[in-house]
């Protein structure tokens, strides 16, 4: 852990933290799929 030695209950808050701040962090196939059905959307008006 670095430097700082964390008891077990500071532990426990660090990953709660974490797993807190996980969903700020994208999920590359779900904005890739979304993208895509945004690209396709465009394509079809602009054919019309």
Do not use: C, I, W
Not at 11 to 36: G, Y
């Amino acid at each position: 852990m670095g430097k700082y030695q964390l008891d077990s209950k500071s532990q426990v808050a660090v990953a709660k933290f974490h797993e807190k701040q996980k969903p700020a962090k994208f999920d590359k196939k779900q904005q890739l799929e979304q993208l895509r059905a945004e690209y396709l959307k465009k394509k079809a008006k602009t054919n019309r």
